[in-house]
């Protein structure tokens, strides 16, 4: 079946300005993580959401930054007023369910640039 | 991640044998994985410990010592193809989020 996708593949923008990410989870896949990796950096987590339960929004570095999930499966991640720290690669993840063993499954990510 | 730590780079042999270590803070340790990420592409899952001792896959093992807060994955008779980066990812603090380290690049060379 389909893997988790995201677009769009690449993004460059003018500093200041606001960008919309997309994520398409596997269908079914309740649990949804969304990261940013800068280069040579491991996975930063910004935000996860899982079923109806409100989203944990413990890693967003600013309030600048905001995700939805609409209908437990589509999620869009928005960066307003961005800044050059905001280029990073942004990954999607999700999951089957929340707890211990559930793998998570990645998208190809976005990679933003911003100039 | 803050609580996590492993080498950055690493260089083995093909054919070879190589360890590639993880430590973690141990306080409210749930699981940990491993995950392997290509240059350019997204991670994918490698496996998940939660109980001490080897889980053997193939030619990959990973290892988890939960007193002392220390993982490690072993890769056996090493192919090019396995030049990543390896990624320990901590799940613990009360939540099941994984939290991933910095990774660790492995360069195999002939």
């Known amino acids: 079946g389909a893997g988790v996708s995201q677009s769009p593949s690449n993004k460059v923008t003018e500093k200041g300005k606001d960008v919309e990410l997309r994520c398409d989870p596997i269908s079914g896949h309740t649990a949804l993580y969304w990261y940013r990796q800068s280069l040579g950096q491991g996975l930063e987590f910004l935000i996860y959401f899982q079923g109806n339960s409100a989203p944990d929004k413990s890693g967003l570095p600013s309030d600048r930054f905001s995700a939805e999930r609409t209908g437990g499966s589509v999620s869009t991640l928005t960066i307003q007023r961005t800044q050059q720290e905001d280029s990073a690669v942004y990954l999607c993840?999700?999951?089957?369910?929340?707890?211990?063993?559930?793998?998570?499954?990645f998208g190809p990510g976005t990679r933003l640039t911003v100039l | 991640g803050q609580n996590i730590d492993q080498p950055t780079e690493m260089t083995a042999t093909e054919g070879a044998i190589v360890q590639i270590n993880c430590t973690y803070q141990?306080?409210?340790?749930?699981?940990l994985f491993w995950y392997q990420q290509h240059a350019g592409e997204a991670p994918t899952f490698l496996s998940y410990?939660?109980?001490?001792g080897l889980e053997e896959k193939g030619r990959f093992s990973s290892f988890l010592s939960r007193s002392k807060g220390y993982s490690y994955l072993l890769l056996k008779e090493l192919q090019m193809k396995d030049s990543a980066s390896y990624l320990c990812a901590w799940q613990g603090g009360g939540s099941y989020i994984p939290t991933f380290g910095r990774g660790t690049s492995l360069i195999v060379h002939p």
């Open positions: 410990n939660v109980l001490d």
């Open positions: 993840a999700s999951s089957l369910g929340s707890g211990g063993a559930n793998e998570q499954f």
């Open positions: 141990t306080s409210g340790f749930n699981g």
